[in-house]
């Protein structure tokens, strides 16, 4: 299963990126998706993360009420727009296709990962 984030770069701090995840066909419909973020020197951590028809979101508390989840089954693709963007938000980020339909905040509870994108936001 391969999976492709894309839409990071670099903004200002106070900016707005979305990131898109595109996903396989076979499974978008069935699983929960995740969205992981990694900056240097740190470990992996949970993002957000969305039940398999949108109807569930849940946020890290760093990000609530700056990002939001989305998934447009209908194109295979997963979403997160980050909104007033801070500089300790810089970091990789990564969607991940959980294990079942439900949200899960722990990185075990994902079995694919995506290829990364590089978020950097300047102060």
């Known amino acids: 299963v391969q999976l492709q984030a894309s839409g990071g770069g670099l903004v200002q701090a106070g900016g707005s990126l979305r990131l898109s995840c595109e996903l396989p066909g076979s499974i978008v419909s069935r699983r929960g998706m995740g969205w992981f973020r990694q900056a240097p020197g740190k470990e992996r951590e949970f993002v957000a993360t969305?039940?398999?028809?949108?109807?569930?979101?849940d946020y890290a508390d760093s990000v609530k009420g700056r990002f939001t989840i989305s998934r447009d089954n209908a194109k295979n693709t997963v979403y997160l727009q980050m909104n007033s963007l801070k500089p300790e938000d810089t970091a990789v980020y990564y969607c991940?296709?959980?294990?079942?339909?439900?949200?899960?905040?722990?990185?075990?509870?994902?079995?694919?990962w995506g290829q990364g994108t590089q978020v950097t936001v300047s102060s």
């Open positions: 991940a296709v959980g294990r079942t339909a439900v949200t899960a905040r722990r990185s075990s509870n994902y079995d694919y």
């Open positions: 969305i039940s398999y028809n949108g109807g569930s979101t």
